[in-house]
């Protein structure tokens, strides 16, 4: 009896292979094998008028695949489908039954959280069906993400110079934005500070005659310095026992946010390595994934891990180190479709799976494996100090406290930010009146917010309910990429063009492109994946409202007038401007389409090889997609381009270009191959 397995990434199907034996047979659909297409009203590839019916085809390059994977099936038995344990997983899964004409009878959907031998073999003896309603609330975000992000994205790139916008995407580019302005708008106050310096510790004055104090002016210093004496009377001295939590499990946003903060990881980075990490690693005679699941907003751990951890935990620090499991209630918009991110077995300590790992994915690992490790342990606990003084009915305060017991700081002390004061012993206050070595006091101004990191921008679009965990880092990316925000010193500062999308999208779209349609939007994608509400109403409600603002905004949105350059054209002295074509900016005359002069602007450093159907040079270029291209800077004069980068030398047999491959020089047009 033949089986099929059928996984998303090609990396699983050797570790997977392994586990199940000869009587399967584990294929990569790598992932998704069709997707909407380009054609019909608007190119949206759904048919609006049909009751949003979508229109699926093939992906690019993947229709031979599919006639493979269709034999496979062919000589099969029984069909598993295997892909991710997430909506977009379940929604390939659901593409490859329909694509592939897997009848009801030959599949089953089989679901894993980690790629571990039992956990895998037990996904195949207990096979479920497809989630119908997961694959519709993937299908209806796919069909909104389209409209939107067609509609949108051709408004803007005809009226602005941008290239994009996006449901998710156009609302945290809003935020970064409005962050800018605050900034700017933003009217510091001013403020001082008064402290009391003594031999070990200092005190700051916070209050008059018990009442909160603040100082807002030199000349109400200088009165209350005039009251002081060096003299400070002890009125209180308190301790009191305090539990510092251990942490929480890792899940996608805070081990996004974490690895930036403490690892110095973009988002995008952190994501590829977990990949690596949970699709597996050869660790010797095996080959095993380290992780679970990194798609996930859940903190729930299985029965099993806790039970083995806090074997663990006693064997290596006793039993007085052994915590709680965080209580898992279900907060809004969290799928808790499986656990937290943590390693697959405890016993593979990072110190053991060092060798096997690079040195990015030991940093990542140690982090998830000390992150689960951490909050199966007891509480730390401190001794926090408090010392109150009073000066002539101004009191000051300072505080501080001593790790008493360390608790999960035992292994996570490394990643915790740690600020607390040691104040001396208290045998040290026997005295009443303490004298101070001197009182200084500093003028101080109020800070606007900080502009946002990656760290910042993923917590705060959490907090807002703005798109997914798994999107963020995708989402990030593409700002960046289009250009729409520069990183300076690790923040987001809005770029002209940036700012400009924001405003014009903003005066058309302010009733969809916010925090809080967008957070009610993910609400009714959750509600529809539990079968709670029809996707077909949610489309149609938000189409309604949706495509007669984008009719209206390319009827009314003013077209961005090109730049002047300052210079004249040589040809019919008309002002030259900065216009924006198919493969970015250049110089062309006012006068178009009268006069079609462009100007040659030819960067130094980026020449590769003149061009050989032209007197111009070939150049490095990237499509819309961001994929690079070489051709030549006469474009659209001339045409020339290709692929592969080019070198200076030509072809001995049909004097083309020859480009660079691994380890060899090709000629693009002939067969002629010469190694380097």
């Known amino acids: 009896m033949k089986h099929l397995v059928i996984v998303e990434s090609p990396s699983k199907c050797k570790t997977i292979g392994k586990y199940l034996g000869s009587n399967y047979k584990v294929v990569s659909s790598k992932g998704h094998i069709r997707d909407l297409a380009t054609t019909g009203k608007y190119g949206l590839g759904i048919d609006i008028e049909d009751d949003f019916k979508p229109n699926y085809i093939p992906i690019k390059g993947k229709k031979k695949f599919i006639t493979e994977l269709k034999k496979d099936v062919k000589d099969s038995d029984m069909v598993y489908l295997a892909t991710d344990p997430d909506r977009e997983g379940e929604a390939i899964s659901w593409h490859l039954k329909e ?8 599949y089953k959907r089989a679901i894993f959280n980690e790629i571990t031998k039992d956990k895998i073999v037990a996904a195949i003896n207990n096979p ?33 110079d941008g290239k994009s916008a996006g449901r998710v995407q156009s609302v945290a580019l809003k935020l970064i934005v409005d962050r800018e302005r605050e900034i700017k708008d933003f009217i510091p106050e001013e403020y001082w500070s008064i402290k009391a310096v003594f031999p070990d510790f200092e005190a700051l004055l916070y209050a008059y005659n018990n009442k909160d104090l603040k100082i807002e002016s030199e000349g109400e210093v200088k009165e209350i310095l005039s009251k002081l004496s060096n003299a400070f009377k002890i009125e209180e001295v308190t301790q009191k026992t305090k539990a510092k939590k251990s942490k929480f499990p890792f899940i996608t946003s805070s081990l996004q946010q974490e690895a930036f903060n403490k690892l110095n ?64 209630k279900k907060k809004e918009n969290v799928q808790d479709a499986h656990e937290g991110i943590r390693p697959t077995n405890i016993s593979r300590t990072p110190e053991e799976m060092k060798e ?42 300072a505080t501080g406290s001593v790790l008493t017991f360390d608790g999960y700081l035992k292994v996570y002390s490394e990643y915790e930010d740690n600020e607390d004061k040691i104040l001396p012993p208290l045998e040290n206050y026997n005295s009443k009146v303490l004298l101070s070595k001197e009182i200084i006091h ?37 700002l ?26 903003q005066e058309f779209f302010s009733d969809i492109i916010n925090v809080e349609y967008t957070a009610n939007m993910e609400n009714d994608l959750d509600l529809i994946a539990e079968g709670s509400k029809d996707w077909l109403s949610i489309a149609k409600e938000f189409y309604n409202i949706f495509e007669p603002n984008v009719k209206l905004a390319f009827d009314e949105m003013p077209k961005r007038e090109p730049k002047p350059t300052g210079e004249d054209c ?107």
């Not at 069906?129 to 389209?146: A, G, H």
């Not at 002295?573 to 924006?580: A, E, F, G, S």
């Not at 030549?632 to 045409?639: S, T």
Request: proline share 3%; with cysteine; aromatic share 10%.
């Open 99 to 106: 694509a592939l004409d897997i009848k009801d009878n030959k």
């Open 128 to 160: 479920i069906d497809i989630n119908d309603f997961l694959v519709k609330s993937q299908e209806t975000r796919r069909m909104l993400d389209r409209i939107i992000g067609f509609r949108l994205s051709k408004l803007i790139q005809s009226k602005t």
């Open 265 to 328: 990881f973009s988002a995008k980075k952190t994501m590829s390595l977990a990949q690596k990490l949970y699709e597996g690693i050869d660790i010797g005679k095996e080959t095993v994934g380290l992780i679970t699941y990194m798609r996930t907003d859940s903190i729930r751990l299985s029965d099993e891990f806790i039970k083995n951890t806090y074997t663990f935990i006693t064997n290596k620090f006793g039993k007085e180190y052994i915590g709680h499991a965080k209580e898992t």
């Open 356 to 397: 096997y790992l690079t040195n990015d994915e030991y940093k990542l690992y140690k982090f998830i494996y000390i992150r689960a490790l951490a909050s199966l342990m007891s509480d730390a606990k401190a001794l926090a100090t408090t010392i109150k003084l009073d000066n002539n009915n101004y009191q000051f305060k």
């Open 442 to 478: 500093e003028q101080h101004f109020t800070k606007p917010a900080s502009r946002y990191t990656e760290a910042r921008l993923i917590k705060e679009m959490e907090q807002l309910g703005i798109g997914r965990p798994s999107t963020y880092a995708k989402t990030i990316d593409i």
């Open 480 to 505: 960046k990429t289009r250009d729409y925000v520069e990183i300076v010193e690790k923040k987001f500062i809005p770029t002209e063009i940036g700012v400009e999308i924001t405003d014009k999208l």
């Open 570 to 676: 040589p040809e019919c002295q008309n002002p030259l401007v900065i216009r924006k074509g198919k493969y970015g900016f250049f110089t062309a005359c006012s006068n178009y389409p009268d006069c079609k002069y462009i100007k040659k602007e030819i960067k130094k450093d980026n020449h590769i090889c003149p061009c050989p159907k032209c007197d111009g040079q070939i150049v490095e270029k990237k499509t819309k997609r961001g994929k690079v291209f070489y051709g030549c800077n006469n474009y659209p004069k001339c045409d020339y381009a290709l692929w592969d980068k080019p070198t200076k030398e030509q072809c001995p047999q049909c004097s083309s270009l020859l480009v660079e491959k691994k380890d060899l020089f090709k000629c693009h047009n002939c067969d002629y191959e010469r190694s380097k």
